[in-house]
């Protein structure tokens, strides 16, 4: 996940926030970290059968995303004019790829020496399409329901990381368009061309969710980048300058005040929600959450010191935040294996294990690979990291090889024994 920047509209006149600038003219904004803590603990507990509405904080990631990337994207073409797409690619690859290869390769491992043939096969088959960022429509191709199948896949939970992946890759593209032509200082960077396409495009995408959506499952609008950029956009919309400039008009005290209202809004919503069995999710329900998380946000950037500020930004769950991307890497693959019958242990002593375990490796995974590779080695930038990244892959690609296929048949009944007996 992206470093925590502020919009430009945001960097002047602001309330005193928890942690200090950054560098100049960024500034680390600690509750949205919270936030993010809070998002990935709700898909933990939503995975381990726990919280139903729990898997709305992919939901809050999405908007999380959408809003820091676009505030570092329009903070970069204020400032120069232009976005330099190479280098940010770059930074999206040191940021989010050491980490998931160091996860593909390891759940590869753990599920030939330990997992069923099942597992493995559906491993090995999913491979290409996580190492190509097209999990998401590999699923919707495949009709892996996400409600009911998903727990025969260790891959199922990237779906999300995919979309992720797909908008890191087009919307640079869209705001260093609308950025051309502008001058270097210039106030917005091209934000106001930018909210336009954010709100015509989230609009679109709600649209089609609701096109979509079918009377079974509906993994198809779930998983969907298109029905599901909304979520993203959203985020986007509340960093560019005309969201920012009415959040400052507010004042510090109503949008404190606002943040509250939000923040218990969106608490209720995650306690009633129940995936597919709330249907009315996919009909709205999905957007109008998004576009509340997207003013909590905001809100939380205009003014961190507020209730909200202090409760979300609180030390536990920034921490959390700050090991979230490797957490929600490791922690499904991890489920999926330490079963209950491989743990002979079930309810609330299986979850504690698990989360546990997965917070370990997350931890592991943030200080051995995470920070390293995007803030120390040096050989990660320019042509070298760009050699690192292709023998990365074709490492990953040379495993996803060499371990063999299960044969058909292999660890399934042998129904002509059992006629036989019969």
């Known amino acids: 996940m992206p470093a925590h920047a ?25 509750p949205l970290d919270g936030l993010r803590g809070l998002a990935v603990l709700g898909v933990l507990f939503f995975h381990a059968g726990r919280f139903s509405g729990g898997f709305l904080g992919v939901d809050l990631f999405f908007v999380l995303s959408g809003f820091l990337i676009t505030g570092l994207l329009l ?79 260790v891959f ?31 106030a917005a960077g091209g934000g106001g061309r930018v909210a336009v396409v ?6 679109v995408s709600l649209a089609l969710m609701i096109a979509f ?9 779930y998983e969907g980048t298109d029905t599901r950029a909304f979520s993203l956009l959203l985020g986007a919309l509340m960093a560019t300058g005309p969201a920012t400039r009415l959040v400052e008009r507010a004042g510090a005290r109503v949008t404190s005040w606002a943040a509250l209202v939000l923040a218990v809004g969106i608490a209720a919503y995650w306690v009633m929600a129940d995936g597919q069995n709330s249907p009315s999710l996919f009909r709205g329900g999905l957007f109008l959450h998004a576009l509340a998380a997207a003013l909590l946000i905001g809100c939380l950037a205009r003014a961190p010191g507020g209730a909200v500020g202090r409760i979300v930004g609180a030390a ?10 490797s ?23 299986r979850t504690v294990i698990v989360v546990g375990v997965s917070v370990v490796a997350a931890a592991l995974s943030k200080h051995l690979v995470e920070d390293p590779v995007r803030f120390r080695a040096r050989w990660a930038h320019g042509r070298s990291g760009a050699l690192a990244l292709v023998a990365v892959f074709a490492a990953l690609v040379a495993l996803w090889a060499v371990i063999p296929e299960p044969r058909a048949g292999v ?12």
């Open 198 to 203: 954010a709100a015509a495009g989230a609009t």
């Open 316 to 325: 536990p769950l920034r921490w959390f935040g700050a090991i979230s991307y």
């Open 156 to 186: 199922s939970h990237l779906w999300s990381i995919a979309v992720e992946e797909q908008f890191y890759l087009v919307w640079p593209l869209v705001v260093g368009l609308a950025a051309r032509g502008r001058r270097p200082g210039g």
């Open 411 to 422: 660890g399934s009944v042998d129904v002509t024994r059992l006629t036989a007996h019969s």
């Open 6 to 30: 502020t919009p430009p509209a945001l960097a002047s006149r602001r309330g005193p926030a928890p942690a200090a600038p950054a560098a100049p003219g960024r500034r680390h904004i600690a």
């Open 75 to 153: 903070q970069e073409a204020a400032r120069d004019g232009r976005v330099d797409l190479l280098a940010f690619w770059g930074r999206r690859a040191r940021r989010l790829l050491p980490a998931l290869a160091v996860t593909v390769a390891g759940t590869l491992l753990l599920v030939w020496g330990f997992g069923s043939v099942t597992l493995l096969r559906f491993g090995l088959d999913d491979t290409p399409w996580v190492l190509g960022n097209l999990a998401n429509w590999h699923f919707i191709a495949e009709q892996v329901g996400y409600w009911d199948s998903a727990d025969t896949r």
């Open 213 to 221: 959506t079918g009377p079974v499952d509906t993994t198809r609008v």
């Open 327 to 349: 957490l929600y890497l490791w922690h499904w693959p991890l489920y999926v294996l330490l079963s209950e019958e491989r743990l002979g242990r079930a309810g609330w002593d």
